[in-house]
């Protein structure tokens, strides 16, 4: 079996996944965003910034669900990213404790 390095640079990677494209999607917690690889090897970032994203889900409509310190809907349309779920009966709330 061989391995092929995707990309370098991250400081701890999660929440992979892949589209229907061929797309891989991840997150840096540490550093911070999510990214997109092409299959061609073209890297974007799709989120710049948001810490602690350890998991992702393609939406059915298009678009990314992220945790982090609240769910969050990216649409890949606008670039825009809404909070889904930020407060637990009054709180703010990380997502990552509930």
């Known amino acids: 079996m061989e391995f092929e390095t995707l ?3 991250y400081g701890l990677v999660e929440g992979p996944r892949i589209d229907a494209q061929n797309r891989l999607y991840y997150s840096d917690i540490r550093g911070g965003g999510v990214f997109r690889r092409g299959s ?3 890297i974007e970032t799709l989120i ?3 810490k602690s994203v350890g998991g992702i889900a393609l939406n059915a409509g298009g678009g990314l669900i992220v945790s ?5 809907f990216w649409d890949e ?3 825009n990213l809404r909070d889904l779920f930020a407060e637990w009966e009054g709180s703010r ?3 990552s404790t509930i």
């Open 7 to 9: 990309a370098t640079g």
């Open 40 to 42: 061609d090897g073209k």
């Open 48 to 50: 710049p910034e948001r």
């Open 68 to 72: 982090g310190k609240t769910l969050a």
């Open 77 to 79: 349309k606008t670039g």
């Open 93 to 95: 709330c990380s997502v």
